[in-house]
């Protein structure tokens, strides 16, 4: 799909759609019009959605014009339907995405600015606070794309190395559930019950355990599935609990 159409502006006010600077400079010949100007016209809205089949990140590139005509579908490269996005008055669009923790469709609206912004905005299931993709320039979204595969490729290595090679399935969902585990952290919500607020972070095969570096209070939380992100989307603070010691007589 051409990323850009090409209005050729005639000199009386005329215009002609062109696929190309090619296509102008051929309409303009065979028109007899010296006095026009190509004016180029970004047609294409890039977005980015998480796959909940294969878990890989979907790029679609939509056609501004045919999505105000008629509802375009987001279909993954797995054959997982994403999600559809149609025209939903002046520079409005409305995505329709379908959310397995919710197990229900989410309708999101979307300006079309979202599209042209140097940093991206993420889209969110507002009910489990869990990220479904992004919007943004296609140089945003290629630049956080590229932070993300390198993020997990980091991941994998590490967990590779503990699993003594075991193939490892579960590194977007880990992935996930510790920047859930950052951001509340950044609110101030992992503490242990000692009071101690500075807590380590291990990232095990299926789960991420956090450990209190005064009571060695433990906390393992699983990252296995959906479920498991699920859950920890809908904590708003994260509470480790010290050891028990058992007296001896």
Not at 162 to 169: C, F, P
Request: charge should be neutral.
């Amino acid at each position: 799909m051409s990323r850009f159409i090409f209005v050729a502006i005639g000199a009386a006010g005329c215009y002609q759609v062109a696929k190309s600077r090619q296509d102008f400079y051929l309409w303009r010949r065979n028109t007899g019009n010296k006095g026009g100007y190509p004016l180029v016209i970004n047609a294409v809205s890039t977005l980015a959605l998480y796959c909940s089949r294969c878990g890989k990140i979907e790029l679609h590139h939509v056609s501004r014009f045919a999505i105000n005509n008629s509802a375009c579908q987001l279909a993954c490269s797995c054959g997982q339907l994403q999600g559809t996005i149609s025209g939903a008055g002046r520079r409005q669009y409305l995505l329709d995405i379908p959310c397995l923790v919710c197990e229900t469709n989410h309708l999101i609206f979307l300006d079309s600015n979202l599209f042209r912004q140097p940093k991206v905005s993420k889209i969110y299931c507002d009910q489990a606070n869990l990220e479904l993709g992004f919007v943004g320039s296609p140089e945003a979204i290629a630049a956080t794309i590229a932070k993300h595969k390198q993020e997990v490729a980091s991941l994998a290595s590490e967990l590779d190395g503990q699993a003594d090679g075991q193939a490892i399935e579960n590194s977007q969902i880990l992935l996930e559930i510790l920047n859930k585990i950052h951001d509340i952290a950044e609110q101030g919500g992992v503490y242990c019950s000692c009071g101690n607020t500075d807590v380590d972070v291990d990232v095990l095969v299926d789960a991420v355990e956090l450990s209190c570096s005064q009571c060695e209070g433990r906390l393992v939380i699983s990252a296995k599935d959906e479920q498991d992100l699920a859950r920890i989307s809908a904590m708003g603070v994260i509470e480790l609990a010290p050891l028990r010691r058992t007296s001896r007589k």
